[in-house]
């Protein structure tokens, strides 16, 4: 199945100026590589990321001429580079259930994410279970109820305002009782408290491991792309509230720079799991970092 490409933006846009494809060969000088920084730089990429990717593609390269499809080719095999060791499913595991945790700020796509997620492992042929472990939003429990009945996947909730951690409890029994593959339990996204929250996502961790100790297996942060370099800060405070272990970059099918993306790679190195490519259930795509940098350079 042809899945979209996440759209580049600005970069590819951008690099049309630096490397018309009519001109003629250029001189690979300070000038230009500033030019490519800049370039970089407002794909969200970030100053440090962006540095270092036309450092490594300045190495040896100096004074040489190149036409502009040579740099644009250099420019994605760099950021190819960095994005390869990131671009990786998340892991199934023996475990059953398979406790995958959701985090992310309200709007990110944590609902949509896993649908999407649901639709996919059920089409796997794996048995899951949903927890709306976001009680405190009326309207994401109902969203989340109408992914799992697209996906065709029940969905634990609570009544609005219960305690997260005993849904994720009650969750955990049944999707033992049924010998689920995988739960996947949603949480709040309120980061105006963030002692709460963390208290609330420490709570959900300490109950389901009275029946699982290895549980949480996978700890997922859903990022919207269109956030830009809030994407890192995100990452940041996540980390602080929960032990991520891969993230899930959604609204890469906008106008979404997607540099942030490189920036994140680069930074933190945690496993991009999947992608979000627009509203509809089909969406996610695995991430592909040859496509991605092609695409992104333009
Ligand atoms: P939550 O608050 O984190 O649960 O976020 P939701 O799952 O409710 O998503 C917020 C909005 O983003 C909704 O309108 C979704 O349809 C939209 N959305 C989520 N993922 C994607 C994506 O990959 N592409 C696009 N275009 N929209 C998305």
Not at 129 to 140: E, K, P, Q, S, Y
Not at 148 to 174: N, Q
Not at 220 to 247: P, R, Y
Not at 249 to 269: E, I, P, Q
Request: proline residues 5%; hydrophobic residues 45%; without cysteine.
């Amino acid at each position: 199945e042809p899945s979209e490409a996440p759209k580049a933006g600005l970069l590819s846009r951008l690099m049309g100026r630096v490397a018309p494809a009519a001109a003629p060969r250029r001189v690979l000088d300070d000038a230009m590589l500033e030019q490519l920084e800049e370039l970089l730089i407002a794909s969200d990429m970030g100053v440090e990321t962006a540095l270092r990717v036309t450092a490594n593609l300045a190495e040896g390269r100096m004074g040489k001429r190149l036409s502009s499809d040579e740099i644009k080719k250099l420019l994605a095999t760099e950021i190819a580079r960095i994005m390869e060791p990131v671009a990786r499913p998340m892991p199934l595991m023996p475990q059953r259930p398979q406790v995958v945790l959701v985090v992310g700020v309200n709007g990110s796509g944590k609902t949509t994410t896993i649908g999407k997620l649901a639709s996919q492992f059920r089409a796997a042929g794996k048995s899951v279970v949903i927890a709306a472990g976001d009680t405190f939003r009326a309207a994401a429990v109902e969203q989340l109820q109408v992914w799992g009945d697209r996906a065709g996947v029940p969905v634990m909730t609570a009544p609005e305002g219960s305690d997260p951690a005993s849904l994720a409890f009650e969750a955990m029994t049944r999707a033992e009782a049924e010998g689920a593959d995988l739960l996947l339990i949603d949480t709040a996204g309120r980061l105006q408290n963030r002692a709460d929250l963390m208290e609330e996502l420490a709570k959900i961790v300490r109950v389901i491991r009275k029946k699982d100790p290895s549980a949480p297996h996978n700890t997922l942060l859903v990022l919207d792309a269109t956030t830009g370099q809030n994407a890192l800060s995100q990452v940041e405070v996540f980390q602080k509230l929960a032990d991520v272990s891969g993230l899930v970059m959604t609204k890469l099918d906008g106008t979404a720079k997607g540099g942030v993306l490189v920036a994140l790679a680069d930074r933190f190195g945690l496993p991009i799991h999947a992608i979000g490519v627009g509203e509809q259930i089909d969406d996610l795509d695995a991430f592909d970092p040859e496509e991605f940098a092609v695409a992104l350079v333009g």
